[in-house]
Each structure stands twice: as structure tokens, then as C-alpha cells.
């Protein structure tokens, strides 16, 4: 099972809005509706911030939101912030009973 | 508090084993899978495996078979992860995450720093 794609790097502006891609196959992406995103800040562990490929937890801002088309999803941040800069990987489920969840490779989002 | 509280940094030679732990609190642990993923220095989330403490049904990624061995003792709400020979190549921070109900990982340990080096 091959790692999902994700653009190495994004950036924008404070208040801009940023949408990050997330690339898988009609096996994962495309064949369930979760897919999950995580931000992780240097040095921390992740932390959920979308799930069910457009939920988003209790206590996560409303300026991060998730879409899915055919194969592709995305996490879309609006209103960008300097806490908003850090790493986000994508994760979709696989449907097989042993690999079952395979990650992105990660996008590093630049604040300018 | 809901939490998952990993063991500490580990310090060890190639060849020699390792155990490593997640022990989960504030929530009902044998009803949620513990997922294991690594994050090798500089490197993206690789996802090892999971564990359902409350019969200890596992599964593991094929990168990750026979490589590692996941377990758990739900009578202290523990997760565990093994080595029985580790390699440099295994130097990496390892997270324990909490499986939610849509597949997603909705609570992470904060991590335990494994380092192999002769």
C-alpha cells in the first residue's frame, strides 16, 4: 500500500485561506469516506483536526474544513493564523483487514 | 483527564530487545483500538499496527509484520510495543494513538524516543 500524496509544502498569508491535497487510489480515498487530518506542530505529537472526511472534533476551530472528490481529498484553512503553521498529514481507511490505514506524506505550511 | 501516557526515551544497542508502553485513563480502554505509528527523524506518520485491548485482536501493516510485536494487559489498561533484536534503522519517536469511531485517531500519546546506535 503506497503512501497517500500530499504537496510538500504550502504557504499564504495571515487571513488567506490555504487548501492542501491529499491524493490516494479508488482503493483508499475513493472508496470510503475516512479520511482523517492531523496538524503537528514541531516536536509535539498530531493532533486530529478533521475526521470522517469533513468532521471536525469538539474544540477544533471552525476555519479548518475537509472535502473529498473521486480520489482526492483536501483540508481547506481559512482566515490563516501563525499558530496554523506546522505539518499536516492526511490518513485514509483501506478496507483491508491488516494494512487497514495508510497516511500521507505530510505538507509542511508555511505562515509569511 | 482523558489520556494516553507513554513510556520514556530509550536508549539502546543494535541487537539488544525493547518494550515500550501506552497506558490509557479516563475513558473505558478495552473498548477502543490502540493504533502504533512511528516517525522517523525529519520523516512523515508511518502506521505499524493495532491492537483491541479487550481481546487482543491485532493486526499490523505488512511493512511491519514479524518486525515488531504489538500486545496489551487490559487489567492495568496498557498497550505495549516490542522488539526482540533492535536495528539503527529503528531510531525513530513512536506514538500510541486511540482509534475513534470513523477510523480517525482522536487521542495521542505524546510520544517515546527510541535511539539505536552502537
Known amino acids: 500500500q503506497s503512501a497517500l500524496t500530499q504537496p510538500a509544502s504550502v504557504s499564504g498569508s495571515p487571513g488567506q485561506s490555504i487548501t492542501i491535497s491529499c491524493t490516494g487510489t479508488?482503493?483508499?480515498?475513493?472508496?470510503?469516506?475516512?479520511v482523517s487530518w492531523y496538524r503537528q506542530h514541531p516536536g509535539k505529537a498530531p493532533k486530529l483536526m478533521i475526521y470522517e472526511g469533513s468532521k471536525r472534533p469538539s474544540g477544533v476551530s471552525n476555519r479548518f474544513s475537509g472535502s473529498k472528490s473521486g480520489n482526492m481529498a483536501s483540508l481547506t484553512i481559512s482566515g490563516l493564523q501563525a499558530e496554523d503553521e506546522a505539518d499536516y498529514y492526511c490518513?485514509?481507511?483501506?478496507?483491508?483487514?491488516?494494512?487497514?490505514?495508510?497516511f500521507g506524506g505530510g505538507t509542511k505550511l508555511t505562515v509569511l | 483527564e482523558v489520556q494516553l501516557v507513554q513510556s520514556g526515551a530509550e536508549v539502546k544497542k543494535p541487537g539488544e530487545s525493547l518494550k515500550i508502553s501506552c497506558k490509557g485513563s479516563g475513558y473505558r480502554f478495552i473498548s477502543y483500538w490502540i493504533g502504533w505509528v512511528r516517525q522517523r527523524p525529519g520523516k512523515g506518520l508511518e502506521w505499524m499496527g493495532i491492537i483491541y485491548p479487550g481481546d487482543s485482536d491485532t493486526r499490523y501493516s505488512p511493512s511491519f509484520q514479524g518486525q515488531v510485536t504489538i500486545s496489551a494487559d487490559k487489567s492495568i489498561s496498557t498497550a505495549y510495543l516490542q522488539w526482540s533484536s533492535l536495528k539503527a534503522s529503528d531510531t525513530a519517536i513512536y506514538y500510541c494513538?486511540?482509534?475513534?469511531?470513523?477510523?480517525?485517531?482522536?487521542?495521542w500519546g505524546r510520544g517515546t524516543l527510541v535511539t539505536v546506535s552502537s
Open positions: 494513538a486511540r482509534r475513534g469511531d470513523y477510523v480517525d485517531l482522536d487521542l
Open positions: 490518513c485514509s481507511y483501506t478496507g483491508s483487514s491488516t494494512f487497514d490505514v495508510v
Open positions: 479508488s482503493s483508499d480515498v475513493g472508496s470510503y469516506n475516512l
